[in-house]
């Protein structure tokens, strides 16, 4: 019991995603976490930003000028500018595409803008790089069709298990995001449904008797060109097949379960009267039967030799 239980647990395949976060990659209006650092090493804010927005931006946001309704220095303390992460974005933005300062202004130097850019960033989401906070990581579930697809791959069942699931939340067009996906009470009901209709279907419960099926060779369902005689013997059992022509026999068979089938073949070879005589004298002119492992899944199936 303990091993199904464990197994039915495992169907229910809920996947965690890697979360990656990026330095800079920070949700806007989101606080310092608890512990972090409230500025950079070295405060990089007075060291490295603030000298630069004095030197290319003071001249029309700060000393008096606030044109675009930014007085920059106007902020008064490095908290002050955490509380407006949207104005500071745009600060970034705009920094980072060379929007600003405009095209008749003095124009800091590339390592000038990135220095600016990226101390601000660190500065405005409080990003200690000794000590980086990745922040949380979404646990996210399957959606229909990935959880379909992978109890097929894992189990072997050829059924949809998904068939009476409930649609899957959709946000931005895809129905695959973490943020979006939803654990209902009913999806979980579904999960549990559905782990036992997989397990009755891989694990068979019941005694499996061998059995055995003869099928006599010409009632078989013939393929390929027909050859000319095909029939080998007064009463009709014996088939002729031609490899020239490519033709063949199939059983259709039904599998209750995916399995391991024996097929054993009873046939003997006869050379054609134009072929050489070392051919013909290496030819099995007595029935012999040949035997092969044929793993079958569980679905109609077709034996073709």
């Known amino acids: 019991m303990f091993r199904l239980l464990t197994i039915a647990a495992a169907l229910m395949v809920l996947a965690a995603t890697t979360g990656i976060v990026r330095d800079g990659d920070v949700a806007a209006g989101v606080p310092a976490a608890p512990g972090v650092a409230t500025t950079a090493p070295g405060g990089e804010f007075h060291t490295t930003v603030l000298p630069l927005l004095q030197k290319y931006c003071y001249e029309c946001h700060g000393d008096g000028m606030d044109k675009g309704d930014l007085e920059m220095d106007g902020y008064a303390s490095l908290q002050d500018i955490r509380n407006d992460v949207k104005t500071w974005q745009k600060v970034i933005q705009y920094a980072r595409t060379q929007t600003m300062p405009p095209p008749k202004a003095d124009q800091p130097t590339q390592p000038e803008r990135d220095a600016l850019v990226e101390g601000l960033h660190r500065e405005l989401y409080a990003i200690d790089l000794a000590n980086p906070d990745p922040g949380r990581v979404t646990v996210r579930r399957l959606n229909r069709s990935e959880y379909r697809n992978t109890i097929r791959d894992l189990i072997g ?149």
Not at 208 to 219: F, L
Not at 226 to 238: I, S
Not at 249 to 263: C, G, I, N
Request: aromatic share 6%.
């Open 157 to 305: 069942i050829t059924f949809d298990p998904t068939i009476d699931f409930p649609q899957d939340d959709t946000g931005y067009g895809f129905d695959n995001i973490g943020d979006v996906l939803t654990l209902p009470p009913m999806l979980m009901e579904k999960y549990l449904a559905a782990t036992d209709r997989v397990l009755n279907a891989a694990i068979p419960t019941g005694s499996m008797a061998s059995r055995e099926q003869r099928v006599p060779a010409n009632r078989a369902q013939r393929s390929g060109k027909p050859v000319a005689g095909d029939t080998d013997d007064a009463a009709g059992e014996w088939v002729r097949l031609s490899s020239r022509t490519e033709n063949a026999l199939a059983v259709p068979m039904q599998s209750a379960t995916r399995a391991d089938y024996v097929v054993r073949v009873r046939a003997y070879a006869r050379p054609r009267a134009d072929e050489k005589e070392a051919e013909q004298t290496a030819a099995t002119t007595q029935p012999t039967t040949a035997e092969a492992v044929v793993r079958a899944p569980a679905r109609p199936t077709r034996l073709s030799i």
